[in-house]
């Protein structure tokens, strides 16, 4: 039986973020991936506050009149919880 951890889980998704980087994607798509996997690698170091950081950024986004801030808020809210239910399955 092969037992998978959180700590797998979440480096099999960082490499499959950096395959998805790539030149023939439009340049806010490599920086969707790239702050998606910044921001969860970030999110691990303290993985009790995930569901609060989550909530930092929806308010944040709800205030947010910078299209381009945005856009960040909505990658880092995707790699967020994208983490929250891996957290959730894994613990």
């Known amino acids: 039986m092969v037992i998978i951890t959180l700590q797998q889980v979440i480096d099999e998704r960082i ?6 980087i790539n ?5 806010e798509v490599n920086s969707a991936f790239q702050i998606q996997i910044d921001t ?5 170091q303290d993985l009790e506050n995930v569901e609060a ?3 930092q950024k929806k308010e944040q986004l709800k ?13 880092e809210l995707d790699g967020l919880e994208w983490l929250q239910r891996q957290i959730a399955r894994y613990t």
């Open 15 to 20: 490499s499959f973020l950096k395959e998805q």
């Open 23 to 27: 030149p023939n994607n439009k340049p």
């Open 40 to 44: 969860i690698r970030h999110a691990v």
């Open 53 to 55: 950081l989550i909530n």
């Open 63 to 75: 205030n947010s009149k910078d299209v381009h801030k945005s856009e960040r808020l909505f990658a």
